[in-house]
């Protein structure tokens, strides 16, 4: 297996050994300015060779097949069994799961929220995508609702025996929302409101990595079973440019990837 580049993030979190995860950054990539250098993306108008040798340099890096999702910003969970047809469109879902060795759970972001999952058995693992929309779902199901039920069905784990992972994303000095968004949280979870701090007339600071930790809380779990983003400015998307993507800064940007697999 060839190493990771050096700036890539490996999670700190009590996985399996046979887990393996990983967080690209902007190093390690071919692409041209303005989607320099690691872009993952193919939607963002990067050339399409770049993408696919940077595609290429991941699944080198992971000695496993990364699938990737087309994301819309819903709840919907895929359950991979094969690695996806590079000629077919890429299926429509914002989370996936496997137990099948090889194949790595693949979420592609550049603000938005990444979410990683395993069990203490290392019998599955799952990837989320977390923007504030999948997030809060409709009706209290989000994302991370659909996921933590498809992996407990594909697993047999109960939630005690889960673990979770949060990656880089907009931090909470950076996300500004306007009131339907906090009212979208607030409504299904009143101690939501404590995650958004007033900004103007309208307008609020939104810590999106402790919405997800509320949410999970909410799922049950517990605490020491959330590991990554604690909402401080390291992890923050906005604020470290020459690490990281980020749409809310540059509007054209790249994509990086939050990949889980079992080796």
Same mark, same amino acid.
């Given at each position: 297996?060839?190493?990771?580049?050096?700036?890539?993030?490996? $999670?700190?979190?009590?996985?399996?050994? @046979?887990?393996?995860?990983?967080?690209?950054?902007?190093? +390690?990539?071919v692409s041209a300015a303005p989607?320099?250098?690691?872009?993952?993306?193919?939607?963002?108008?990067?050339?399409?060779e770049a993408v696919r040798a940077?595609?290429?340099?991941?699944?080198?890096?992971?000695?496993?097949?990364?699938?990737?999702?087309?994301?819309?910003?819903?709840?919907?969970?895929? /359950?991979?069994?094969?690695?996806?047809?590079?000629?077919?469109?890429?299926?429509?879902?914002?989370?996936?799961?496997?137990?099948?060795?090889?194949?790595?759970?693949?979420?592609?972001?550049?603000?938005?929220?990444?979410?990683?999952?395993?069990?203490?058995? =290392?019998?599955?693992?799952?990837?989320?995508?977390?923007?504030?929309? +999948?997030?809060?779902?409709?009706?209290g199901r989000g994302v991370l609702?659909?996921?933590?039920?498809?992996?407990?069905?594909?697993? =047999?784990?109960? &939630?005690?025996?889960?673990?979770?992972?949060?990656? $880089?994303?907009?931090?909470?000095?950076?996300?500004? /929302?306007?009131?339907?968004?906090?009212?979208?949280?607030?409504?299904?979870?009143?101690?939501?409101?404590?995650?958004?701090?007033?900004?103007?007339? +309208?307008?609020?600071?939104?810590?999106? $990595?402790?919405?997800? @930790?509320?949410?999970?809380?909410?799922?049950?779990?517990?605490?020491?079973?959330?590991?990554?983003?604690?909402?401080?400015?390291?992890?923050?998307?906005?604020?470290?440019?020459?690490?990281?993507?980020?749409?809310?800064?540059?509007?054209?940007?790249?994509?990086?990837?939050?990949? &889980?697999?079992?080796?």
């Open positions: 297996m060839k190493a990771f580049h050096p700036d890539w993030l490996q $999670p700190d979190w009590p996985a399996p050994a @046979r887990v393996r995860a990983v967080f690209t950054t902007r190093a +390690g990539g989607f320099d250098a690691m872009n993952l993306g193919d939607h963002v108008s990067d050339m399409p940077n595609r290429a340099v991941l699944r080198e890096a992971l000695a496993a097949e990364p699938v990737f999702l087309q994301q819309v910003h819903g709840p919907q969970v895929a /359950v991979l069994e094969q690695a996806s047809n590079p000629q077919a469109p890429a299926t429509v879902a914002d989370a996936c799961v496997t137990t099948r060795r090889g194949l790595a759970c693949t979420i592609m972001v550049a603000d938005c929220l990444p979410v990683l999952f395993t069990n203490r058995q =290392g019998s599955a693992v799952a990837a989320a995508h977390a923007g504030w929309r +999948g997030l809060a779902g409709e009706g609702e659909a996921v933590v039920a498809s992996f407990a069905a594909q697993s =047999g784990s109960a &939630v005690s025996e889960m673990m979770a992972w949060l990656g $880089p994303c907009i931090g909470p000095d950076a996300f500004e /929302v306007g009131d339907e968004v906090r009212e979208a949280f607030v409504a299904q979870q009143p101690e939501a409101a404590a995650l958004f701090r007033p900004h103007a007339a +309208g307008k609020w600071m939104a810590d999106l $990595p402790g919405l997800a @930790r509320l949410r999970l809380r909410a799922l049950g779990f517990a605490d020491v079973h959330i590991h990554g983003n604690n909402s401080s400015a390291v992890w923050c998307t906005v604020g470290s440019p020459s690490r990281f993507f980020s749409y809310r800064r540059e509007r054209v940007t790249g994509r990086m990837a939050a990949c &889980v697999w079992l080796a």
